[in-house]
Nanobody
Framework: QVQLVESGGGLVQPGGSLRLSCAASGFTFSIYAMRWYRQAPGKEREWLTTITSSGNTNYADSVKDRFTISRDNANNMVYLQMNSLKPEDTGVYYC???????WGQGTQVTVSS
């Protein structure tokens, strides 16, 4: 079955960096677009970025030029490099596949001094 497992979250100071990972299994990873979403406390889940099967990317304005999505099709992994983190980046980060609309369990990111 389709499974997505996120990791790499944690507590970081404003201006810091984190790299999130999402391990995918149970489907042909390389042919599907992958996305990252975020849900801040008390807010709806919001889309952050997408990477297509061919590696094309796009970003929400809130994270453009600070976050970078990438994928490793050989190892069924998708990554989110997050730089210049701000307190408003705090939330649970979710990996999503367009193969059937599956979500991971999420990983918590807290940006605070």
């Amino acid at each position: 079955q389709v499974q997505l497992v996120e990791s790499g979250g944690g507590l970081v100071q404003p201006g810091g960096s984190l790299r999130l990972s999402c391990a995918a299994s149970g489907f042909t990873f390389s042919i599907y677009a992958m996305r990252w979403y975020r849900q801040a406390p008390g807010k709806e889940r919001e889309w952050l970025t997408t990477i297509t099967s061919s590696g094309n990317t796009n970003y929400a304005d809130s994270v453009k030029d600070r976050f970078t999505i990438s994928r490793d099709n050989a190892n069924n992994m998708v990554y989110l490099q997050m730089n210049s983190l701000k307190p408003e980046d705090t939330g649970v980060y979710y990996c999503y596949t367009t193969r059937g609309g599956y979500w991971g369990q999420g990983t918590q990111v807290t940006v605070s001094s």
